[in-house]
Antibody, heavy 120, light 107 residues
Framework: EVQLEESGGGLVQPGGSLRLSCAAS????????MDWVRQAPGKGLKWVGR??????????DYAAAVEGRFTISRDDSRNSVYLQMANLNAEDTAVYFC???????????WGQGTLVTVSS | SFQLTQPPSVSVSPGQTATISCSGD??????SSWYQQRPGQSPVLVIY???KRPSGIPERFSGSNSDNTATLTISGTQAMDEADYYC??????????FGGGTKLTVL
């Protein structure tokens, strides 16, 4: 059974930093691209970014709204992907989901998400 | 940047057919996917690569993509189908894009 478990969310002050983690199991983690998607309270889904697999040299892409502030990394030995967030602002308040990306850029599996609240 | 446009809301009577549209420039040249999200839950993939259904998704869910518009069709809509639905596609310049979401009401 595929499982994705996000952790690391919480309350952070504007301008602060936070690191989210996602532990994956039930599939060959190293084969897959992994994305982060977020959802602000009462709002729609928004893509945050992607990290590719070793075959594609672990390259990353980011949404314009987070480019330069967020960094995605992965540790295939730990079946984990990470989202390092810096210079956070109120607009970054959201539930953050870790998702496995399948060919064609669709997401068959989602975690439960972790809530990040940016507030003073 | 690439955008996907969905109607904010769609209403349907139980047993009838619901259609939710998703439009975007040259969308028919890209693969589209659809997600269902019930309140307080994580999204669930219901259609991928325009018209394929994941295992466990009822046959009443179907998809199509032509003329810059992807469409999610729910035949014989049930009360349990009431949820928010999001379309999604990949654009080489923008990355992954989601539509704004459509609230499906079954009444």
């Amino acid at each position: 059974e595929v499982q994705l478990e996000e952790s690391g969310g919480g309350l952070v002050q504007p301008g602060g930093s936070l690191r989210l983690s996602c532990a994956a199991s039930g599939f060959t983690f190293s084969d897959h691209y992994m994305d982060w998607v977020r959802q602000a309270p009462g709002k729609g889904l928004k893509w945050v970014g992607r990290i590719r697999n070793q075959v594609d040299r672990y390259t990353t892409d980011y949404a314009a709204a987070v480019e330069g502030r967020f960094t995605i990394s992965r540790d295939d030995s730990r079946n984990s992907v990470y989202l390092q967030m810096a210079n956070l602002n109120a607009e970054d308040t959201a539930v953050y989901f870790c998702v496995r990306t399948d060919r064609g850029s669709y997401y068959p599996f989602w975690g439960q998400g972790t809530l990040v609240t940016v507030s003073s | 940047s690439f955008q996907l446009t969905q109607p904010p809301s769609v209403s349907v009577s139980p047993g009838q057919t619901a259609t939710i549209s998703c439009s975007g420039d040259k969308l028919d040249y890209k693969y589209s996917s659809w997600y269902q999200q019930r309140p307080g839950q994580s999204p669930v993939l219901v259609i991928y690569q325009d018209m394929k259904r994941p295992s466990g998704i009822p046959e009443r869910f179907s998809g199509s993509n032509s003329d810059n518009t992807a469409t999610l069709t729910i035949s014989g809509t049930q009360a349990m189908d009431e949820a928010d639905y999001y379309c999604q596609a990949w654009d080489d310049s923008t990355g992954v894009v989601f539509g704004g979401g459509t609230k499906l009401t079954v009444l």
